[in-house]
């Protein structure tokens, strides 16, 4: 029988926990991380133009700032094609969009993306098809595919909390670039996406407990 092309999917709480039991019998850090932690949030999204125009939002900002601005955008309204199309550059400049983001969200609003038709796509389909858009590097693709389709395979390895989690969970000197992590991440397959949310979870504890020092 052909293998599927698509992998598994993050759909609930107990595939998250397969995954998380098979990564922690072979890797010592992400045992730590089940032995130490609850099981961290599934962390899935809704499908479509919202979510990914988030992720455009959220780009090279702090967290505050981009809740700030996205609360904004959905206070405005401009959560479908239509309106961002409707409010234009000066509509999109007037809740806090950049020129760049200005120029991104337009770009995805004109692009009439068929996102339902993505669920149906391989991993590599997906994030060749979310690259080709203006501003969706990849680490928005990876996130989308995650979070969006729950693809449990998927690593954002250019995520700066990923990369920060994996120094202080494997006491590393140096936080690795996004290209030793995909490296590391190679020995978590098929579960990338699983260790990715354990390394978030260990992420957030350590952020934690280093604010009640």
């Known amino acids: 029988m052909a293998s599927d092309p698509i992998g598994r999917i993050l759909t609930d709480e107990a595939v998250l926990a397969e995954g998380m039991t098979w990564l922690a019998a072979r890797d010592a850090g992400m045992a730590r ?17 919202a979510t990914l125009l988030q992720a ?6 702090s967290t505050a700032s981009a809740a700030a601005i996205w609360g904004r955008v959905e206070q405005a309204g401009l959560t479908t094609p239509q309106a961002v199309m409707t409010a234009g550059e000066e509509g999109l400049r007037a809740i806090g969009f950049s020129r760049p983001k200005i120029r991104y969200a337009l770009a995805l609003a004109e692009a009439e993306m068929d996102f339902p038709a993505l669920a149906a796509l391989p991993d590599d389909s997906v994030l060749a098809r979310l690259t080709a858009l203006p501003g969706i590097g990849r680490w928005t693709a990876e996130i989308y595919a995650t979070t969006a389709l729950g693809r449990a395979d998927i690593l954002p390895a250019g ?18 670039a996004e290209a030793a992590l995909r490296a590391r991440g190679t020995a978590w397959s ?22 009640m020092l």
């Open 33 to 49: 991380i089940a032995a130490t932690l609850p099981p961290p949030p599934l962390r899935r999204r809704a499908e479509g133009f």
């Open 56 to 61: 455009i939002t959220g780009q090279q900002v």
């Open 190 to 211: 098929p579960w990338r996406g699983v260790a990715a949310r354990m390394l978030w979870a260990w992420y957030g504890a350590e952020k934690r407990r280093e604010a």
């Open 159 to 176: 995520d700066l909390a990923l990369q920060e989690a994996t120094r202080l969970l494997y006491g590393l000197q140096d936080r690795p």
